[in-house]
């Protein structure tokens, strides 16, 4: 069968690769002979169709269903189906070009709308645009399970993977789930469910280890759902848990009690407020009234701090006290730009304000020092008195350093500590050197014998507490926290496992940034709630390996891919449409907003009260 067009003048040629043909120029399918015997054929009937695609345009398309009069085979249009799916008039092209863009690149709608134009001639509604969309994740979907055999040799042939297991969300929201291969990287399984249950994590767990082969090992956090799920499914791959997540879990159960009583006990003194309104007072003062000083002089007195005699007095002691005060609201700088418990905001503000109250005090405390030209000074030492003397500040502030060189010194042991020079910790994967993960575990097993033994020895009750924590959590997980160092099948060597799931928060992360790069929002709960799954599958399609195997070496072949597996492909966008729910206890938006609910709900309590009273009353 060939595809030939027919202008409207009556000329005639094959089908060019990229269509630059008018409008509705006419399109005919049809055969010469017949497929199976080569015999004639004959007209049965004739159909007219209006694809829209990349390569075709926007033909009329002239079906020709002929049947052979030797052995009655109808011919099909085979050749016409590879470039446009049978229920749709949106070419195969046309659908890969709208799926990368939205999915790949995170264009926004108006963007493929006016590139579709522009490129191509072709214009889209922005529901056509959603319709390919989705059609591209079936497709894509359909593609990637078509060749997980492929994929499966190759994780083989590298003697084994680890699979990374983790699920992000928005408050209220869906989770989103995926099983990820290290160290190749690429996306096995994903899902979508209400809550990370067991049922659901052992299902995905389960189609990924049918479909790719049995991990090496299972690299998770500390959820319970995702242990049980892994140990029903996978019991013999090895059970590694997330270093960074067992940190926090740490970190949250040494701190988390003695940083909020400091916050507490903080806001209650009220000095933040306070210095900020002595701030406030300072620059309304400078630009009301009185000599200012010049960003010369400022960056000159900075420099040569004893140079001050051609200065204005006044206008210096303002500037003097109000960059005491802004050095100290620009505690943050202390921190790491790590999430609790990494970072203790509490804490660090804590040690400026001592340490600005102990500079100011020594100044004008003494005897004979300026009282009224100083009163700005003394007010300040006056708010940051406070900090040595308020029992519930002193305390806290004691206990939590007390958790908090404890924690430190832990995370010197796994080597997660926060450098200036580096990337955040979350942001970057820590040392997989091989020798740093063999000796982890003898690293590991000293630090806590040497712990023991402080805690045997230790008075101080408040520093037992902590480490008892802390020892608690290494004799639960301690099996769990090293092993990284994985023979591989055959004679391939040693595959050092990551020691973090930051493969897989990296790859969330990314999405998600993204995300809010399209949509200009730093809120996405509307946007992942919207999000399917299969979207996570197109981080593959970076990987030249993955290309290689599932689509021959060239992103330009994903259209016949998709052409190839859309039976497979329409089976998923019946599951996709058929409207089920696994949540437990459904509601509609319908159901929440219809004006007579309350009255509705409390008329059901009701009787649920009478039948209760009336079941108590009869026993």
Known sequence: ??????????????????????????????????????????????????????????????????????????????????????????????????????????????????????????????????????????????????????????????????????????????????????????????????????????????????????????????????????????????????????????GEQLCEKPHTELTAALRRLKIRPALRSIRGGLVRASRNGGRRLSKGEIQHLLTYPDDIAKLDATALRRFMAYLLLCWLDDYPADLKGEYFPFDLPSLAFYRRGKKLASLIGKLVDPQGCPQRELSTFRTIARHLTSLHEDQAVVAAAARLEKAAVLFEKFRKVLRLTSHPSERLLRGRVPSEERKVTELMPKRLETWRNGLQKRHDREVDVEKRADQATVLKYLRKYEQQLVGHVLQLEGDRGLLVACRTNNPAEHRFGATKQKLRRKVGAKKLARQLQAMRPEALLIWNLSDAEYVNLVLDGSLANLPAAVAKHWKSASAIRKERLTPTTDHPMPTTKQQLRNPQLLGNAAQIIRKLVDATQDKNNAA
């Open 1 to 250: 069968m060939k595809l030939r067009f027919q202008l409207l003048d009556g000329l005639h040629g094959e089908l060019p690769s990229a269509c630059q043909l008018p409008n509705n120029y006419v399109l005919e399918v049809a055969s010469h002979v017949c497929e199976c015997c080569a015999g004639r054929l004959r007209r049965l009937r004739t159909s007219i169709h209006h694809p829209v695609g990349l390569m075709l345009g926007r033909p009329c398309v002239r079906f020709i269903h002929q049947q052979c009069v030797s052995c009655g085979h109808i011919e099909s249009q085979e050749v016409y189906r590879r470039l446009v799916p049978r229920e749709g008039n949106y070419a195969y092209d046309l659908i890969v070009e709208v799926g990368l863009a939205r999915f790949r690149d995170h264009r926004q709608d108006a963007e493929i709308q006016s590139d579709c134009q522009r490129r191509w001639g072709v214009s889209l509604s922005p529901s056509s645009i959603g319709l390919l969309a989705n059609s591209f994740l079936d497709g894509l979907a359909a593609v990637h399970q078509a060749h997980a055999p492929a994929l499966r040799r190759r994780l083989a042939d590298d003697g084994g993977y680890v699979m990374h297991v983790d699920g992000t969300c928005e408050p209220g929201t869906d989770v989103l789930f995926m099983a990820m291969a290290e160290p190749r990287g690429w996306t096995l399984e994903v899902a979508k469910m209400t809550t990370e249950h067991k049922e659901a994590i052992s299902k995905l767990m389960r189609h990924g280890v049918d479909q790719f082969g049995l991990p090496l090992a299972v690299m998770r956090d500390l959820s319970t759902n995702i242990e049980q799920a892994k140990l029903d499914t996978i019991p013999e791959a090895r059970d590694l848990i997330c270093h960074y997540h067992f940190l926090e879990n740490v």
